[in-house]
């Protein structure tokens, strides 16, 4: 079998023999150099060397001849030619150029003949002969030898300078040749094991496809391989996994899993926080916006616990305003339920991101505020300039005059009391999460209320108030409690007249505490029950007349609905009642 590691193993050798032939080819341009380098020193150099000895020898005979034949000394003459002859041929064997060598083995023979024959001389002639047989005829035959073998020296300097060259040459161009061989057996093995890798990882390749084609859900891919080896395993028991997950999921639970799977990806799809929890109220599923806002948020006025709790109680309204913190910035959100029931009854508790709407809500609170305070400014004037008028001031007014003053006068007042309740709207809207619940008692609202409400002064209206004994503290916003009853007022005093009473009363239940405004005016017609606490309703009496209510009743049914209480009209009593929770010890 051709397994995986023997054909890794068949690339290990692949890159081996490239460096060794490599390594080899190096080694016999070295040797090429080398040899070129022992050529120079043995042909040229050591001739220099021997013949710059025969030299030295030579000229050390010649003077030893010298002094024999000019002086009275004794010398042997023929044993000193025998021993430089000796290290003259041997000296000259090696000598390339022929022709030199014969001019040479020509003068030294006569050198040596003119020194056999001084010795005749000197012994038969004496010393005068044979130091002018020397002068004439020994020492022109030495500078004939010894001009030779200078020559021999200068030839053997020129072919060692031009063996030098050439050396160089040789060794330039073999590095060049080494260098584009290594270049071409390095891109000629790395081109081999490209191909050889390739060839290789082909299957590996075609099963990270497989598996990437498998994780988007196809189930359909197979993987091919002819190998007989490791990989062709491992196609093998791919393709088996595969027919085991095909008859996985067309078996009814790969179907139900199948649906779970799209069931989480449409919960994760879903941008707005959700989970889904059981009767228990433990949470059994989230998506990342829920886990993002209610689970990663570090703010530690978040309690989970209480938020399920309060979600499970509201209903879904666009009153049940959530308000948390994420990184430093408010979020608000609107909880809906949904009941599910399977084996068990499980909640889906979704919450609705309106962010984007209080953040409009806030810019619009502003608008409003900058807007009435504008309108508000000239309305005050006008009312002191009438006031003015009503006081004689600016002269006397006769009666049509202050009625039309009068009508002027409560005009402006309505329309600074809307422009009052448009403010208080827009706050309630913009702050729904922001109210100042705490205990308080309903007596003392009742009694600032009745204070504060100076618009019967001149209308001839007595107003009172009624309330059971030991009533208990409420949980409530005293400032917006307040707005409540004097909105109420408002309402009854449109359909009032001189002689009329105002009568608030209070008395309690188990839970709540009920605050009822009475008035022995116009009741409101039966056909206006369902529109009675929208905004700027119209209102009829028993006497046919339409009055306006402007915000009155909607601020005010908005303001008890954010206090957990509630709110109604009575026609018999021609009375509106409204209700606060109790106070249980906690604020």
């Known amino acids: 079998m ?40 043995n042909n040229n150099y050591h001739n220099i060397s021997r013949i710059s000895e025969l030299k030295f020898k030579l000229e050390d005979l010649n003077r030893k001849v010298f002094l024999y034949s000019h002086s009275d ?14 290290g003259f ?27 056999m024959q001084i010795e005749i001389i000197r012994n038969k002639y004496g010393q005068n002969e044979s130091s002018k047989y020397f002068n004439d005829n020994v020492q022109k035959a030495f500078y004939s030898l010894d001009k030779n073998l200078d020559y021999l020296i200068i030839s053997n300097e020129a072919s060692m300078f031009e063996s030098k060259s050439s050396l160089y040459k040789t060794l330039s161009n073999s590095s060049v040749i080494i260098l584009i061989f290594s270049i071409i ?3 000629g093995g790395f081109l081999i094991c490209s191909y050889m890798l390739k060839k290789f990882l082909a299957p590996v390749n075609s099963l990270i496809t497989n598996i990437a084609s498998i ?5 359909d891919v197979e993987f091919q391989s002819n190998w007989n080896n490791e990989m062709g395993i491992i196609a093998k028991e791919f393709n088996e996994m595969l027919s085991r997950i095909r008859t996985y999921e067309e078996s009814s639970y790969g179907k139900l899993t199948k649906e779970k799977d799209r069931f989480l990806a449409i919960i994760e799809s879903i941008k707005d926080p959700l989970c889904i929890i059981n009767k228990n109220k433990t949470i059994l599923l989230y998506n990342q916006a829920f886990k993002n806002i209610f689970i990663l948020n570090q703010d530690k006025d978040i309690d989970l616990s209480s938020i399920i709790d309060s979600s499970l109680k509201k209903d879904d309204s666009a009153d049940n305003i959530m308000k948390t913190t994420l990184n430093k910035n408010n979020h608000y959100f609107i909880p809906h339920k949904s009941l599910m029931t399977l084996d068990e ?3 889906i508790l979704t919450f609705q991101d309106i962010t984007p709407i209080k953040q409009a809500e806030g810019l619009k609170s502003q608008f409003i505020s900058t807007i009435s305070h504008e309108i508000k400014t000239p309305l005050t004037s006008m009312l002191i300039g009438i006031s003015l008028l009503k006081d004689s001031s600016a002269g006397i007014i006769t009666k049509p005059g202050m009625n039309t003053l009068n009508n002027m006068e409560e005009d402006i007042e309505s329309l600074s009391e809307l422009i009052t309740n448009m403010l208080h709207m827009s706050k309630i809207e913009y702050e729904k999460s922001r109210l100042c619940l705490k205990e308080c008692s309903i ?10 409400y100076d618009k019967l002064n001149s209308r001839e209206i007595n107003l009172y108030y009624e309330a059971d004994e030991d009533l208990p503290k409420i949980i409530g916003d005293e400032e917006k409690l307040e707005w409540v009853i004097h909105n109420l007022l408002d309402v009854h005093l449109k359909f009032a007249k001189a002689g009329d009473e105002f009568c608030i009363s209070a008395y309690k239940d188990l839970e709540k505490v009920f605050i009822s405004i009475k008035s022995t005016g116009i009741n409101i017609e039966n056909n206006y029950f369902n529109d009675i606490f929208g905004e700027f309703s119209q209102l009829q009496g028993r006497d046919f007349e339409f009055r306006a209510s402007g915000l009155s009743l909607s601020l005010s049914k908005k303001i008890i609905k954010l206090q957990n209480g509630d709110i109604f009209y009575e026609k018999f009593t021609n009375s509106f009642t409204f209700s606060v929770p109790i106070s249980q010890g906690k604020e």
């Open 73 to 86: 000394k004794n010398f042997n003459i023929s044993d000193a030619i025998n021993e430089y002859t000796e």
């Open 345 to 347: 009854k499980y909640f």
């Open 89 to 115: 041929y041997g000296g000259t064997n090696n000598i390339d150029d022929k022709d030199i060598a014969e001019n040479l083995n020509r003068d030294y023979k006569a050198y040596v003949n003119y020194l």
């Open 443 to 452: 007596i003392g609202i009742i009694e600032n209320s009745i204070r504060d």
């Open 2 to 41: 051709k397994t995986l590691s023997s054909r890794i193993k068949f690339i290990y050798l692949i890159l081996l023999l490239i460096l060794i032939l490599v390594s080899s080819f190096s080694i016999l341009n070295l040797w090429r150099i080398n040899n070129g380098l022992n050529k120079f020193m």
């Open 185 to 187: 057996i390095i891109l």
């Open 215 to 219: 994780k988007e859900g196809n189930f």
